[in-house]
């Protein structure tokens, strides 16, 4: 196998009355629905099948509860010997898998349930000796599983016509299950009360809005949603890609250029497939682009997926223009130079590998850093337009000893709103989260929101900012091992020594802001500890001490301080000239002269 598209058939719904049940009597009920595949088809980007047609049942005062049963269903035009004691089935467009049972009938010579093996999407294979060639049909009522390996089917209701004049009434309130669940796995539902589900995030061509200023004028609306699975064996390219939804019928929701795809749908890698795509343009619409496993090369190039509720983007994307419609889920993506736009962006920080640095991300709500775990990082990354959701739920034990950091390095450039970052903590999150280098172009500078689970501690949210310095000679020569001193205004002592080049970097805590327990999350655009001014002073023997004052730190500070040499002779107490003694430097003898 090498491509793959994946597709579901309509259902076809059957509605029996039983005994019982919470519905009103005396009331007609309207049903249709959709089968969905992959986790989260309805709101993350899998594949869905068209709306089934609409079926009603009036229930009566001892029956209020509806069975629905559902199959699908086709027409068969020939059987063709293998000459190996199968036959091969014509059916156009069956949307089956190896493995799904159907039902053959109106035929002579074939009737019977039969387990079938996927030959193409118009063929199957059934283990029956051939008679002859002949027409009839088929239904596949599910009793074991689902088409085409669906994971399930959601259903549409409401006690008024869903589709009055023969147009469906869209964005109904009544689904049998929330966006994000699968739905049923069973072929017959005990349907007694009727459900209000308000999610409208379903994201289905016929049944609601939320795709319907993306998809083209050309486009069907009729055939639900696909996902093209590549698998490895082949170095593919579009042409190919294009043959294949071509073969599967699909070239109403989809076109393919020499350096362009877009389809009503998504793109996923399922075994290692090879890709390469450079200069392209892909527009997944309402579908998601799955590569998790990194062997698709993508490169110089525009990614445009969703609109969707968390759709997934993964793979390496090198220069690459990535544009969420809605939310857009980038936890295992790998970017390199590229650039991010999204309404929301949401990237799970509790694996490391799926850590962020290097990035212009641009939102028009939130970026959402979710659950981070100690060793991630959210690293050199401007936020433009949509302020950071920094959602903490394991505890990483954060500490003031560097490098315990996760959000490093982070600017926010006009941000709507009235706050940059919102750290929202579970009562099994961290009591303390910093922030290292975070800067915003915010008249005053960073506002804070804080919301606080826990019930007994507070929340601590730091920024610390480096005093990075270079300590020379009056010849421009780079002192080693001279004593910085930075001592803060609650006389917290930070003690190093320059390096070999002369050199400190080092991180200092500038403010901080402090949220109570059970705080719903106020905004704080004044921090609640200031630890600046900061009292400064290097030492270095052979050297006059150099003292500063820093008044305020909220960017980090890179500076060069030249230490002059000290007199060659002073005067002690005891009225003796002593020689300066530098210990770095083997000529001084370190003389004592009486006077």
């Known amino acids: ?139 596949d009522n599910h009793a074991t599983n689902l088409p085409n390996d669906a ?61 319907d200023d993306y998809i083209p004028s050309s486009f069907s609306k009729t055939m639900g949603k696909i996902d093209i699975y590549t698998y490895a064996g082949s170095d593919y390219t579009l042409d190919d890609i294009g043959t294949a939804l071509s073969d599967a019928h699909c070239e109403d929701i989809s076109t393919v250029g020499k350096h362009s795809l877009t389809v009503l749908g998504g793109l996923r890698n399922i075994s290692g497939a090879v890709l390469d795509l450079d200069f392209t343009t892909i527009n997944l619409i309402g579908g998601a682009f799955v590569d998790s496993l990194y062997t698709y090369s993508i490169e110089d190039s525009h990614i445009y997926i969703g609109p969707l509720r968390r759709g997934l983007m993964t793979g390496d994307f090198v220069r690459c223009a990535v544009m969420g419609r809605m939310e857009m889920s980038t936890g295992p993506a790998k970017f390199t130079n590229s650039f991010l736009n999204s309404h929301v962006l949401i990237n799970y920080l509790n694996n490391v590998a799926w850590s962020k640095s290097n990035l212009t991300i641009t939102t028009h709500s939130r970026v959402w850093t979710v659950y981070p775990v100690k060793g991630s990082y959210w690293k050199n990354i401007e936020h433009v337009k949509g302020y950071l959701y920094a959602m903490s739920c394991a505890d990483w034990d954060e500490t003031d000893d560097y490098p315990n950091n996760i959000f490093e390095d982070l600017t926010f450039t006009d941000i709507d709103g009235a706050f940059d970052i919102y750290v929202y903590v579970y009562p ?64 917290v002592v930070y003690n190093w020594t320059t390096d070999v080049n002369g050199e400190i970097d080092e991180w200092v805590k500038a403010f901080d802001f402090v949220t109570p327990s059970s705080e719903s999350g106020d905004v704080k655009t004044v921090p609640d500890n200031l630890y600046y001014p900061f009292n400064i002073s290097i030492i270095k023997t052979g050297y006059e001490t150099y003292t500063t004052i820093l008044p305020t730190l909220t960017t980090s500070k890179d500076w060069l301080v030249t230490l002059k040499t000290s007199p060659a002779f002073t005067l002690s107490t005891e009225g003796k000239l002593s020689k300066y003694l530098d210990p770095d430097n083997p000529k001084n003898l370190g003389l004592v002269l009486p006077l």
């Not at 009355?17 to 049903?31: E, I, Q």
């Not at 172009?441 to 310095?469: C, E, M, Q």
């Open 151 to 211: 994971l399930g089917i959601q259903l549409y209701v409401d006690d008024a016509d869903l589709k009055p004049g023969g147009v469906w009434v869209k964005d109904k309130a009544y689904w049998s299950h929330r966006a994000y669940q699968n739905g049923y796995t069973s072929n017959n539902i005990v349907y007694d009360s009727l459900l209000t589900n308000t999610e409208m995030s379903r994201f289905h061509p016929e049944l609601s809005t939320q795709l």
């Open 1 to 139: 196998m090498t491509i793959r598209v994946v597709k579901y058939k309509k259902p076809t719904l059957i509605l029996t009355l039983a005994v019982g049940g919470s519905l009103v009597a005396n009331t007609t009920y309207y049903f249709t629905g959709v089968f969905v595949g992959g986790y989260g088809a309805m709101r993350d980007g899998g594949h869905m099948g068209p709306a089934a047609d609409q079926v009603n049942i009036t229930t009566n005062d001892t029956h209020k509860t509806v069975n629905v049963e559902w199959r699908t269903v086709g027409d068969i035009t020939a059987f063709a010997d293998n000459g190996d004691g199968t036959l091969n089935v014509s059916a156009y467009d069956h949307c089956l898998d190896t493995g799904d049972t159907v039902t053959i009938q109106n035929t002579t010579n074939y009737n019977g349930s039969y387990v079938i093996t996927w030959v193409d999407y118009d063929t199957y294979k059934i283990t029956k000796a051939y008679v002859a060639s002949e027409t009839g049909d088929w239904y």
């Open 428 to 491: 099994t999150g961290p009591r303390q989260v910093s922030f290292y280098n975070t800067v915003s172009n915010r008249a005053g500078g960073i506002s804070l929101r804080i919301g606080n689970l826990n019930t007994t501690d507070p929340v601590t949210v730091p920024f610390w900012f480096k005093i990075k310095t270079k300590i020379v000679d009056e010849d421009g020569n780079a002192i080693s091992n001279a004593e910085v001193t930075v001592t803060d205004n609650n006389d």
